[in-house]
């Protein structure tokens, strides 16, 4: 057999295969590129989110209750700004079946006020349509509480203020645990860095157990509107969730949005704070590749890929600082 054939038997055999891998290298990169896209526009909405439902909720005392969190999440105005911002960055501003649609990927947002937290998930209501039954509503605001063996019972705050009912005076106070220690007969306040373990304690475990089962509830919500994905409590880590209950914030959720073989499943948690921090982006260099973060106020040029609440979150993610001071 001649070369130039042995040629054209190499191609006929392995053309196929080349362009196989080609094709699945290409899905690779587009489902790369869509999983950052989702990625950003969640952190995006969630912390334009954030920064506008601090409304100051009790002027005159805050500077006498010497606290920083006494704020009005405005969970409305909050919702609304996350939806325009995630249909601006998907591309879906102008339509609104696409923009219900996005709901049934995201099974439960969060809105973390000083003194108890709301759930926004889908739930029955008795409209006689069964094609119509479906909402989304917030929940009640539940409080963060903690009881004790002897009867005494305390609703916690983001900080050390706590209303408390003390079974031992039969009397419910109020103030900060430092204040109340010598006032009181609950055994919880007379100790503050028990106190402290307790308080961040009992609040993450009382949003994660409602997570769990709101999002348990969605699949039965999702599969009526033909998503398959079974949707879970994502994992978080313990840093993330002590992190997210230090001021106001706001939690949300997408899952179950193919890109490629692979299922979205991603959360991201913005802050409400009454001084707002600058964002920290990460951007790529386009000369040489590599992936720097930098305030956001910083104007280098570069093409954005991400947004952080911190710089710690940036680095863990592969990114290098920039200085800002050399433009």
Same mark, same amino acid.
């Given at each position: 057999?001649?070369?130039?054939?042995?040629?054209?038997?190499?191609?006929?055999?392995?053309?196929?295969?080349?362009?196989?891998?080609?094709?699945?290298?290409?899905?690779?990169?587009?489902?790369?590129?869509?999983?950052?896209?989702?990625?950003?526009?969640?952190?995006?909405?969630?912390?334009?989110?954030?920064?506008?439902?601090?409304?100051?909720?009790?002027?005159?005392?805050?500077?006498?209750?010497?606290?920083?969190?006494?704020?009005?999440?405005?969970?409305?105005?909050?919702?609304?700004?996350?939806?325009?911002?995630?249909?601006?960055?998907?591309?879906?501003?102008?339509?609104?079946?696409?923009?219900?649609?996005?709901?049934?990927?995201?099974?439960?947002?969060?809105?973390?006020?000083?003194?108890?937290?709301?759930?926004?998930?889908?739930?029955?209501?008795?409209?006689?349509?069964?094609?119509?039954?479906?909402?989304?509503?917030?929940?009640?605001?539940?409080?963060?509480?903690?009881?004790?063996?002897?009867?005494?019972?305390?609703?916690?705050?983001?900080?050390?203020?706590?209303?408390?009912?003390?079974?031992?005076?039969?009397?419910?106070?109020?103030?900060?645990?430092?204040?109340?220690?010598?006032?009181?007969?609950?055994?919880?306040?007379?100790?503050?860095?028990?106190?402290?373990?307790?308080?961040?304690?009992?609040?993450?475990?009382?949003? /994660? &157990? $409602?997570?769990?089962?709101? +999002? =348990?509830?969605?699949?039965?919500? @999702?599969?009526?509107? #033909?998503?398959?994905?079974?949707?879970?409590?994502?994992?978080?880590? /313990? &840093? $993330?969730?002590?992190?997210? +209950? =230090?001021?106001?914030?706001?939690? @949300?959720?997408?899952? #179950?949005?193919?890109?490629?073989?692979?299922?979205?499943?991603?959360?991201?948690?913005?802050?409400?704070?009454?001084?707002?921090?600058?964002?920290?982006?990460?951007?790529?260099?386009?000369?040489?590749?590599?992936?720097?973060?930098?305030?956001?106020?910083?104007?280098?040029?570069?093409?954005?890929?991400?947004?952080?609440?911190?710089?710690?979150?940036?680095?863990?993610?592969?990114?290098?600082?920039?200085?800002?001071?050399?433009?």
């Amino acid at each position: 057999m001649k070369i130039t054939d042995l040629s054209i038997v190499f191609v006929l055999i392995f053309l196929p295969i080349f362009w196989v891998i080609s094709h699945n290298t290409d899905n690779a990169q587009e489902a790369q590129y869509l999983s950052n896209r989702y990625k950003m526009a969640l952190q995006t909405a969630v912390l334009d989110a954030g920064a506008v439902m601090h409304q100051n909720e009790k002027q005159n005392d805050e500077a006498g209750y010497d606290s920083t969190k006494f704020v009005k999440a405005d969970k409305e105005l909050a919702l609304t700004t996350f939806t325009q911002t995630m249909a601006l960055n998907m591309g879906i501003q102008d339509d609104p079946a696409a923009i219900r649609a996005m709901f049934n990927y995201i099974p439960a947002m969060v809105v973390l006020d000083y003194d108890g937290y709301y759930i926004l998930a889908n739930e029955n209501e008795m409209t006689g349509d069964l094609e119509d039954s479906i909402r989304q509503v917030w929940s009640p605001k539940k409080p963060y509480t903690y009881s004790d063996s002897n009867g005494n019972s305390i609703n916690f705050t983001l900080d050390g203020y706590v209303y408390a009912y003390d079974a031992g005076l039969g009397m419910w106070v109020e103030g900060f645990q430092k204040e109340l220690a010598s006032s009181t007969q609950i055994p919880l306040l007379q100790n503050a860095e028990t106190f402290e373990q307790i308080r961040r304690s009992r609040i993450v475990t009382s949003v /994660q &157990e $409602d997570l769990a089962d709101v +999002i =348990n509830r969605h699949n039965e919500f @999702a599969r009526r509107n #033909g998503v398959s994905y079974t949707f879970t409590m994502p994992l978080i880590s /313990q &840093e $993330d969730w002590y992190n997210s +209950i =230090n001021d106001t914030g706001l939690m @949300a959720f997408i899952q #179950g949005i193919p890109v490629g073989n692979q299922k979205i499943n991603n959360y991201a948690i913005g802050g409400g704070r009454l001084v707002k921090k600058t964002a920290i982006v990460g951007g790529v260099d386009p000369v040489s590749g590599i992936k720097y973060y930098y305030p956001s106020t910083c104007n280098n040029g570069y093409r954005a890929e991400e947004v952080f609440t911190n710089a710690k979150q940036a680095a863990a993610q592969g990114y290098f600082e920039y200085n800002c001071s050399i433009n």
